[in-house]
């Protein structure tokens, strides 16, 4: 199920938005106890503490904690089915993806569980993006929300 690359265009796997059609299999969820393990982990690594983790909803679909070391604060967020994480600053309703973080970025992928995406892959435009091995659900909300890059396609605030 990882995203995969190919001459410049980026193919996530089913499930990315979060939506599904009726009637096809279902999505699986990440389990809230690993996000927040990984988190912790992390956020010991860079003697911090995770300030607060707040679940994914009807709006927005992702798992959130708040990471705080020092003068820096981080938002990571986990996406509700699949094994992806990003740092962001995220005021409400608007994901802004960071990658300026190094040793919080080392620690989020220390364990191996989950894969931080960068913010040059979040930022690919969805014109580079390949949605062939997304449900038609997904494909009728990307029409619908016009998200601008895979981040927004991903992280989003879509109801």
Known sequence: MPIERGSGVIRPPRGATGFR???TERLPSMDPRVFASVCHQA??????????ITPPGVTPDFHTAVIRSGELSAAVLGH????????A??????????????????????SGTLRLLTRSE????????????????E???IAYWKPETLGELMFNYWD
């Open 122 to 137: 979040l930022e690919t435009p969805i014109d580079l993006i390949d949605t062939s091995d997304l449900d038609g659900a």
């Open 80 to 87: 509700m089915h699949l094994p992806y994480i990003a740092l």
């Open 43 to 52: 956020a010991r690594l860079v003697r911090g503490r995770v300030l607060e």
């Open 89 to 110: 600053r995220v005021p409400v309703g608007h994901v802004v993806f960071v990658d300026d973080w190094s040793d919080l970025e080392v620690a989020l992928t220390s």
């Open 21 to 23: 059609d009726q009637g």
């Open 139 to 141: 494909r009728r909300q």
